[in-house]
């Protein structure tokens, strides 16, 4: 057995264990697990990230479907996309612990958790990220002073990070801890020479320090960013008739977001949201101008609706009937046990049988995640 196919067992073998007590595989693995999908991953591969992102153009992307629909799988399946094409990506989960209302905190989130395949290695946050670029000679520093940025201080901290080797390691630091979110004193600055670099992220800034560290990354060489944003709890629930405050400022902000892709402000950045149904109804009613730039395209034309910013998640994959995608999910499972050698003697009557029984006990558009589980406790009885 070569090398390539024993990391290609491993590889699969993890991410089917994963898969069966998840439903969900191993961040990296989910192209192997992919039915469907692959024809809207190609045209956003091609519309939106090189022929709109890569060229400093920015958008937004909402995609609504119901737990264990797919949301957290395309999720995966973009970030990989834009990894291999040398983007860089921030992925939260949004939840009570996470809310859309404190962009403080998913500000902060983002500087810290954002990653980059930088000469085939993984690396975690905004700091890291420039130092890895800079050292392997793949940053411009000298176009940051060509443009303008909305905050003069997280600007400035871009230019002084990406001319790392002439600071020395205190420097560094304090340059480093300022770039993840953290309160550092004009004096500290002044202290190490850093000068210009002023202003940390705080609850009044933090829009204005996210759009200037997304443009700041695409001046600087770095192809775009992807931000990705799971709903996996309900965050803008709310019974009463009027929407508190809290919810309204989310919706207000994200209306910002969004009309920052069309102002100027954004540039070299998609973010796509993954939401449960309902939330863009909850959007329309906390903040009717941003209800007006979600509208719904619930059928028509399938390949067409693509360029449109919201989609039901159903509309993405090509298999549009369950039993359409139990049939090629059974065909995608089987085909790993064959190459992994495995017996599958009726194994397709027994997947078949399994998945018509997931269908049964789950109507609507979340069964996939349950019937992910399932088939893969299958395959695995093969190996």
């Known amino acids: 057995m070569t090398d390539v196919t024993t990391g290609y067992r491993d590889d699969v073998i993890d991410a089917l264990e994963t898969l069966a007590q998840y439903g969900i595989p191993n961040p990296g693995s989910a192209h192997l697990f992919d039915v469907g999908t692959r024809p809207y991953l190609d045209y956003f591969e091609q519309e939106v990230m090189d022929g709109f992102v890569s060229h400093g153009g920015a958008t937004c992307k909402f995609f609504e479907g119901a737990y264990g629909s797919g949301k957290t799988h395309l999720l995966q399946l973009l970030r990989q996309r834009a990894l291999e094409k040398g983007m860089i990506v921030a992925s939260a989960d949004l939840s009570q612990a996470l809310r859309l209302e404190d962009w403080k905190q998913i500000t902060a989130y983002i500087l810290e958790n954002m990653e980059a395949r930088v000469n085939n290695q993984m690396v975690r946050s905004l700091p890291a990220i420039i130092s890895a670029l800079q050292a392997g000679r793949t940053i411009h520093a000298d176009n940051l002073k060509k443009v303008h940025l909305v905050h003069p201080g997280f600007h400035n901290a871009l230019w002084w990070a990406a001319q790392k080797e002439h600071l020395n390691a205190a420097a560094w630091n304090t340059l480093r801890d300022f770039l993840t979110g953290n309160r550092v004193s004009v004096a500290d600055m002044r202290r190490h020479n850093l000068l210009g670099v002023k202003g940390p992220l705080n609850g009044r800034n933090a829009e204005l320090v996210l759009k200037t560290v997304l443009g700041g990354l695409y001046h600087l060489g770095v192809p775009g960013v992807l931000l990705l944003f799971d709903e996996n709890e309900r965050t803008l629930q709310s019974t009463r008739s009027i929407p508190p405050r809290s919810q309204r400022i989310a919706a207000n902000l994200m209306r910002r977001l ?22 863009l109804e909850m959007c329309s009613r906390n903040y009717p101008a941003l209800g007006q730039r979600l509208q719904m395209v619930s059928g028509g034309l399938p390949k067409q609706a693509w360029r449109v910013p919201t989609l039901p998640l159903e509309k993405v994959n090509i298999m549009q009937h369950p039993e359409d995608f139990l049939k090629a999910s059974t065909e995608m499972f089987i085909g790993h046990v064959e190459r992994l050698q495995g017996n599958i003697d009726g194994l397709r009557e027994q997947m078949t049988g399994i998945g018509q029984r997931v269908l049964e006990n789950n109507v609507g558009s979340g069964y996939k995640r349950e019937l992910m589980k399932s088939l893969s406790h299958a395959c695995l009885s093969r190996l």
Request: aromatic share 10%.
């Open 258 to 279: 969004i009309d920052g892709c069309t102002t100027g402000l954004l540039v070299g950045t998609v973010s796509v949201f993954a939401v449960l149904p309902g939330f």
